[in-house]
């Protein structure tokens, strides 16, 4: 656990570093790309890379841009191909903005879209890594946001990321960055919000309730408010991270930051969470649900064992092996969720006696248990 006298130093000898600009950042009041702001972060990020740190950049602003170059008013962004094609060509106008901007630091940009399903599926989520570690290597700054020409954020099922701030996070957790920093409009996390006595919060140990109650509402121009910064800094909290709200428009803000100085709200880390168990508890997607015996349920939470096939006693959906699922106690209870060894089609074959119930359901170390996430 960090202490709160070190924090300030650690953003200071920070390496991997995971900067969020916002739409209201990226995009001046006429909905075009604000120079004046963006030009001053791209050189203090270049700083950063010229220092020898490494720099990941998850931008918004693709949507707004791209309802602009088409002539459309905001108003018709609740139709979701308008909004899909927005984005396809507001992604043209950022990445041409930022190559440009970059290319004055005599630095190279790369272009990477995501969606839910490269963090949903294990294999894609572990080909990300691989990505990014050989584009830092190459000296590229990768240049991410949510391939939202193809991804559907009205959707029935839990999102793995429904904005950028929890992609940010998703990242920070992925390649075991040092900070993430979310930049909006806004100077940090707000004591008073909206009224003349509004004082930053400077410093947050743990997300409590009382915490969450500060926040409400989103931002006029993006999925993002503070309740969806929260929700990302929490991740990064778990994830060992360390994470800044600041105000993207504070001259010198990137170099103030991560040169120790006192800006914004920051998150102190937590205890990292290890290896696959970090993907199980935040960018996997639950596709069924198991109902354990009081024994199963003892061995996993107070043996820590494996989850047997002879200790489930129901289930439901239908998920492949190797797909994630869901495990409760026969109260109904969350147990947790782990990898499956066996689809449901075997498993229900087995559960109906059309064989014996031998075997493995989800190893010790494909499990997490509820209180973790």
């Not at 108003?75 to 930022?98: I, K, N, W």
Request: hydrophobic share 45%; with cysteine; glycine share 10%.
């Amino acid at each position: 656990m960090t202490s709160k006298t070190d924090h300030r130093s650690l953003l200071a000898n920070a390496r991997r570093i995971i900067v969020k600009v916002g739409s209201g950042v990226v995009c001046n009041a006429v909905n075009e790309f604000d120079r004046q702001h963006m030009l001053p972060l791209v050189r203090d990020m270049a700083g950063l890379v010229k220092e020898g740190r490494q720099v990941v950049l998850v931008s918004s602003g693709a949507v707004t841009l791209g309802a602009a170059e088409l002539g459309l008013h905001r108003a018709r962004l609740g139709d979701a191909s308008v909004t899909r094609s927005c984005a396809a060509t507001g992604q043209c106008r950022l990445m041409e903005a930022y190559a440009r901007a970059f290319r004055r630091h005599q630095l190279k940009v790369a272009q990477v879209l995501l969606t839910e399903d490269d963090f949903i599926e294990l294999p894609r989520y572990q080909a990300l890594r691989q990505t990014f570690e050989k584009l830092l290597k190459l000296g590229a700054v990768p240049v991410v946001n949510e391939n939202d020409t193809v991804s559907n954020i009205w959707t029935d099922r839990a999102p793995v990321f429904r904005d950028n701030d929890r992609l940010g996070a998703l990242l920070l957790n992925k390649l075991d960055a040092d900070a993430l920093l979310l930049l909006s409009n806004v100077d940090g996390l707000l004591h008073r919000a909206g009224s003349r006595n509004a004082q930053v919060i400077p410093l947050v140990t743990e997300i409590t309730p009382e915490i969450r109650q500060l926040v409400s509402g989103i931002s006029s121009m993006g999925r993002g408010g503070m309740a969806a910064k929260l929700d990302a800094a929490e991740i990064g909290m778990k994830a060992g991270g360390l994470v800044v709200i600041a105000n993207g428009k504070t001259p010198k803000i990137v170099e103030k930051v991560f040169h120790g100085e006192e800006h914004g709200t920051v998150f102190l880390p937590g205890t990292r969470i290890a290896g696959k168990k970090r993907w199980l508890a935040f960018a996997s997607a639950v596709r069924g649900e198991v109902t354990i015996n009081a024994n199963a349920k003892s061995a996993l939470t107070e043996s820590h064992a494996s989850l047997l096939i002879s200790g489930v006693t129901a289930l439901e959906g239908n998920f492949a092996s190797g797909q994630v699922i869901a495990v409760k106690d026969a109260e109904g209870r969350s147990v947790g969720r782990g990898i499956a060894a066996c689809g449901s089609q075997q498993l229900a074959g087995l559960l109906k006696g059309e064989g014996a119930l031998k075997g493995l359901l989800i190893r010790r170390e494909n499990f997490l248990l509820e209180d973790v996430t």
